[in-house]
């Protein structure tokens, strides 16, 4: 018992060492963790996401042109290879970063990081792969993803309280046209030096700093200046769409520029309704008053200079989402109360979704990659240290400014009858 | 270039290979694409190609807009010169510097890509 508690503290400590230190190679921050894993996954992340596109919908296109045609390897040979390896190739969006994600068995990095790296440095952005997989799959994406009207309410909320920047949809909207010199000029913008993290993990921090001076080295990547999003700052507002034969959804929410503090995650914990056991009713405050049939989520979105809290209603009628939206903005309004052992609770939970956000891939990936790109460390001690200095005055009185700024309310569905607003107590 | 493709056989590489040979054929090579009369009626020569098989049909639809536009007009105009049996006044002709292959490089990349996926397809893997 007590060896395996010290392995895994030992464990712990190295994958926070290995973590902290971010090299440069070949222009771009390189950060690996080595624990052993399986497999590897080498990310490039690119600070190319949607608030920093040039025109509306290059990101979502230039997301949609990962892994076609370079000057090494052609769109078949390139998924072909990666067949015959056993590795998946996959390209993320969100507000902030472009990710393109390699994943394979151990041994076969040469290949697959030259991949990525071929990707960045020499794709042709042909007009023929535009018309024929590129466009076609933004839109289908798009048409897939606002199918969802929880999507479709939190891409409104974003519009809604960032306005510009961190407000702009990183999904294509229907008609919009784009070209393929569009996508290269925004490539050639965002994929400087300086601008791309690499992100490794199963593999050593000097093998993946090796292979990437071998595929990005002797000035591959320009030192042009990548392009720059304004600051962001928080608006709020209403809005009310009309969608059929999907549940209906209100999302409540409150936004805070700035870097996202820890207490926002204390008071997502506070809130989330999602019991800790299954089949019971769950603690938080606003667990009681969700009637059957209705939904309640926490949403917690930060990002690298502002975030983006609320709560997402979902329901089958409309008489219980608004049921839960009238309990839901009662707890936001008594949450700042919070004292002692309610709020020890609510540090731990966070806490503990902190932490073991940071132990998957994907969580080490958004967790560490943001701050991978500005060069500085970030280890989860520090992280979880944030969550210490909280105390109930603190709690209160972040609570109290971020409920003072304009609620971003959003309906998506049957229009006439969900509540508005003012309905709920806002 | 394969026999079978959608460009047919052509000689034309070796030929300009040799310097020679390119000066004494390509005046009898300009004489005889005027000679063809496609010119007379507006066509370009990338008109003529077979355009009822798939790989050439796909090199059409990576056309701009604008060629295409421009291909479906003369296709138009050399059909009505057919129906009146007749050729374009002089100064409507063709001429040899406009009479470019738009087309063939487009039915040359679909043809790479379809050779290219044969040999993924019929690859035999050596594991190391």
Request: glycine residues 8%; contains cysteine.
């Amino acid at each position: 018992m007590l060896a395996a508690r010290a392995s895994a503290a030992r464990r712990a400590s190295r994958l926070a060492r290995n973590f902290a230190t971010v090299v440069d190679a070949a222009g771009v921050k390189v950060a690996a963790v080595d624990n052993g894993q399986p497999t590897s996954a080498v990310t490039f992340l690119v600070k190319g996401g949607s608030r920093f596109e040039s025109k509306p919908g290059v990101a979502h296109a230039l997301k949609g042109f990962a892994f076609k045609s370079t000057a090494k390897r052609s769109f078949l040979g390139t998924i072909r290879e990666a067949e015959l390896y056993g590795g998946v190739l996959s390209a993320g969006l969100t507000r902030e970063h472009l990710a393109l994600t390699a994943e394979f068995l151990r041994g076969d990095e040469d290949f697959f990081v030259d991949v990525l790296a071929s990707f960045i440095t020499s794709a042709k952005y042909t007009r023929h792969e535009l018309d024929e997989y590129v466009a076609p799959f933004c839109a289908a994406e798009t048409a897939t993803a606002f199918a969802s009207p929880a999507t479709r309410a939190l891409d409104l909320a974003h519009l809604l309280a960032f306005r510009t920047g961190l407000g702009v949809s990183p999904f294509t909207s229907a008609g919009t046209h784009i070209s393929a010199e569009d996508v290269r000029a925004f490539a050639d913008s965002v994929f400087t030096a300086g601008n791309i993290a690499v992100l490794g993990t199963g593999i050593a921090p000097d093998v993946l700093a090796k292979l990437l001076e071998k595929s990005l080295g002797a000035g591959a990547l320009s030192t042009a200046a990548a392009p720059k999003s304004t600051p962001s700052a928080y608006f709020g507002g209403e809005t009310r769409i009309e969608a059929h034969g999907a549940p209906e959804t209100v999302f409540v929410g409150f936004g805070t520029s700035g870097t996202p503090t820890a207490e926002l995650a204390v008071l997502a914990a506070h809130l989330d309704p999602t019991p800790s056991v299954k089949w019971s009713q769950g603690l938080s405050p606003v667990s009681a008053g969700i009637p059957v049939g209705t939904s309640v989520q926490t949403v917690l979105l930060p990002y690298s200079d502002a975030a983006l809290f609320g709560l997402l209603i979902q329901g089958e009628s409309t008489e219980g989402v608004k049921a839960a939206g009238k309990a839901v903005v009662a707890a936001l309004k008594s949450a700042g109360e919070l004292k002692g052992d309610e709020l020890k609770k609510a540090v731990v939970k966070a806490k503990f979704a902190a932490a073991s956000a940071s132990e998957g891939r994907d969580g080490l990936l958004s967790s560490l990659g943001a701050s991978t790109l500005l060069g500085s460390e970030s280890s989860l001690d520090a992280k979880l240290a944030s969550f210490d200095k909280i105390d109930a005055s603190a709690f209160s009185k972040a609570t109290a400014s971020l409920l003072k700024s304009k609620p971003t309310y959003v309906t998506v569905g049957d229009v006439k009858t969900l509540p508005y607003a003012d309905e709920l107590g806002l | 270039m394969v026999l079978a493709g959608p460009l047919g056989p052509s000689l034309a590489p070796t030929i300009r290979k040799s310097r020679t040979l390119y000066r004494w054929i390509k005046p009898v090579a300009d004489w005889y694409a005027d000679l063809a009369g496609y010119r007379k009626v507006g066509y370009k020569y990338d008109d003529l190609l077979l355009e009822e098989r798939p790989d050439v049909q796909r090199a059409l639809s990576r056309l701009t807009p604008r060629e295409h536009y421009d291909r479906q007009y003369r296709l138009k105009r050399a059909s009505h010169c057919s129906v009146l049996h007749d050729v374009l006044p002089k100064d409507k002709w063709t001429q040899a510097s406009e009479d470019i292959r738009y087309l063939k490089p487009h039915v040359e990349n679909v043809e790479k890509e379809e050779l290219e996926r044969r040999a993924w397809d019929n690859l035999v893997v050596s594991r190391k």
